[in-house]
């Protein structure tokens, strides 16, 4: 069974960066296309960025373009948000979500608990 475990949020800034951290165990990780979701509070989840199975492919949310990146490391099965230039806006508990390589778009239909990111104005 998939597992995923999220870790690196936190309370900053605005202006500042945060990096998550995605922990993947349970399965075959390359065979894995990775994204991140976040939800503030009364607001539905939203798509942030993902990342493809084969890694040569990402997608970003407008709201995080320019600011966010994601990478992997198939070899550490670990999936990385680098997120700059924080603003109050990007606050909310974020998501990693895993979806097989055989669905293009992908189908996450593993999750992680989620890590709190709170940026203060």
């Known amino acids: 069974q998939v597992r995923l475990v999220e870790s690196g949020g936190g309370l900053v800034q605005a202006g500042a960066s945060l990096r998550l951290s995605c922990a993947f165990s349970?399965?075959?990780?390359?065979?894995?296309?990775m994204g991140w979701f976040r939800q503030a509070p009364g607001k539905e989840r939203e798509f942030v960025i993902s990342?493809?199975?084969?890694?040569?492919?990402?997608n970003y949310g407008d709201s995080v373009k320019g600011r966010f990146t994601i990478s992997r490391d198939n070899a550490k099965n670990t999936v990385i948000l680098q997120m700059n230039s924080l603003k109050p806006e990007d606050t909310g508990l974020y998501y990693c979500?895993?979806?097989?390589?055989?669905?293009?778009?992908?189908?996450?239909?593993?999750w992680g608990q989620g890590t709190q990111v709170t940026v203060s104005s």
């Open positions: 979500a895993a979806g097989s390589y055989i669905y293009d778009p992908p189908n996450y239909n593993y």
């Open positions: 349970g399965g075959t990780f390359s065979r894995y296309s």
């Open positions: 990342i493809r199975w084969s890694g040569d492919s990402t």
